[in-house]
C-alpha cells in the first residue's frame, strides 16, 4: 500500500497522475498520545500530521495469550539457564523477540544505581534501543525505551550468565543471547534458532507456544493488575495508543470482575 502510494505521488509530479491524487492519499490527523522523544513543539505545533487514507483493514482478532499454568510450564521446560532467562525476559517485560534478540550487554543495566554505567535511572532495568545487529535481529520501534525488571528476572540473567561462562563461548561478546549449544559457537542467536527452541518448548508442553504470545501475555498481566494504559503503552513501545487498547478490551478477567462486582452491589443495595 505504502509503494502504491509513494508510485502515484511520483506520478503526479511527473505529469502522469492527476496532481489532486497525492492530496486524496492522505488526511490531517491531530496526535493526542505523542511516541516517547517525540517533541510536539512549544505550542504542539507538531501535533499536527499527515495520515494514510489507504489502510489494511485491522484484525479483529484477539490477542493469543498464556494461562498462569501455561507460563509456569513453559519456564519450567527450558532446558538451560539461556533459554529460561530468553522466556523469562519476554514474560517480563513484554519485549519483542528482535527486541530481546538485539540486546547487549551495555543495555543491561541490573543494578540497584547505575552511575558507574553512565545511566542515572535508579533500580534495575533494560534499555531497548534500535540499532544493527550482526544477527538480523531490529527493534520495532525508532524510539528507544527504558523496561524496569524484577529481582527475579536479575537472579535468571545471573544464571545464564554463570552457564555462558562455564561453557566459555561468546564470553567477550557484547551480544545478551548467544549460541551456547550448537555452532557458531559464540554468535549471537538467531530469530531461527530463537524458533526452534520456543517450538521445542511448545512440543515438550503440548500446546502452543509463539515468541509474541509471551509479549501479550505480560501486556494482559500488567492490564489485569489494574496498570494505566498509558504506562502499558509506554513499557511496550507502542507508538499509537490503538495498538495498547487491545489489550484493554481483550481482558476477560477484569470484564468478569467487573460483571460480579456490579451484580454484587446491587444485592447488597436492594431492599
Known sequence: MTT??????FGARLGWVAVRVPGM???PKY???VPPGFDPGERDQFRAVQE????FRESTAEPQLLMEEETVAVVAAASNARDRFLVTTLLATGMRIGEALGLRRSDVHFLAR??????GIPGPHLHVIRRRNENGALAKSRYPRTIPVTERLVQAYSDYQFER???DHGVDADAVFVNLFREPRGRSMSYSN???MV????RDCGFAVRPHMLRHTAATRWIEAGVDPDVVQALLGHVSFTSTERYIHSSKKRMREAVEATAKARRDTSP
Open 194 to 196: 530463537a524458533k526452534e
Open 52 to 55: 494514510r487514507t489507504l489502510k
Open 114 to 119: 547505575s552511575e558507574s554505567l553512565g545511566c
Open 199 to 202: 517450538d521445542r518448548l511448545a
Open 31 to 33: 496526535l493526542h498520545f
Open 4 to 9: 502504491i502510494s509513494e508510485f502515484l505521488k
Open 165 to 167: 561462562d562455564r561453557f
Open 25 to 27: 492519499l492522505s488526511q
